[in-house]
């Protein structure tokens, strides 16, 4: 039943221009009714590989229309997260492929792909630090296309903004387990 309540609900939001409000509205609704599965299924997946079209001249990288046209909207993303020496707060950056970034070695000459996403947590867990978490995850947020220079000076072109219920707290044996994993073994 929850799979095609939201199949029917997600089909008919996503032809209103409305539909982000009333997207959230149905994912609040099927949340409580438990259907996360459901849920999934109904928000479209965009492949980080639509992102850019095939370089063919001297123009180099172009969005694709299909990503431009999810700019706003609620999406499915399915990716790698970048494992950096050292996590920022409050977000963290999504890869097509697994890649480890040596930001004090190497600066910003590192091997992120032109379609990584810079991943936000909820506004209230901004000072939240996520831990790497290897092979792929599936996050589904509000993404925005746009040049945006971070903090930290780096560029990104895509955002993925998760909502709250998204990232939860640790507690503290995974804490312990997370800092047991940063130690430098040989």
């Given at each position: 039943m929850c799979r095609s309540i939201a199949f029917f609900l997600g089909s008919a939001l996503s032809r209103l221009r409305s539909g982000r409000l009333l997207r959230a509205a149905l994912t609040t609704l099927l949340a409580g009714l438990g259907c996360a599965a459901a849920l999934a299924q109904s928000v479209p997946e965009l492949r980080l590989t639509e992102f850019f079209r095939p370089v063919k001249s001297a123009v180099g990288l172009a969005m694709t229309d299909k990503l431009l046209a999810a700019n706003g909207q609620t999406v499915r993303l399915v990716g790698y997260m970048v494992q950096q020496e050292r996590a920022q707060p409050g977000r963290f950056i999504l890869s097509p492929r697994p890649v480890v970034m040596s930001e004090h070695a190497d600066g910003q000459a590192d091997d992120l792909p032109p379609s990584a996403v810079t991943v936000?947590?909820?506004?209230?867990?901004?000072?939240?630090?996520?831990?790497?978490?290897?092979?792929?995850?599936?996050?589904?947020?509000?993404?925005?296309?746009?040049?945006?220079?971070?903090?930290?000076?780096?560029?990104?072109?895509?955002?993925?903004?998760?909502?709250?219920?998204?990232?939860?707290?640790?507690?503290?044996?995974?804490?312990?387990?997370?800092?047991e994993t940063l130690e430098h073994k040989h």
């Open positions: 936000y947590l909820d506004k209230s867990q901004q000072d939240w630090v996520v831990p790497h978490t290897r092979g792929l995850i599936a996050l589904t947020g509000e993404l925005h296309v746009a040049r945006l220079e971070e903090a930290d000076g780096r560029v990104s072109w895509v955002r993925l903004q998760l909502p709250s219920q998204a990232a939860r707290s640790m507690d503290g044996a995974e804490i312990a387990r997370y800092l």
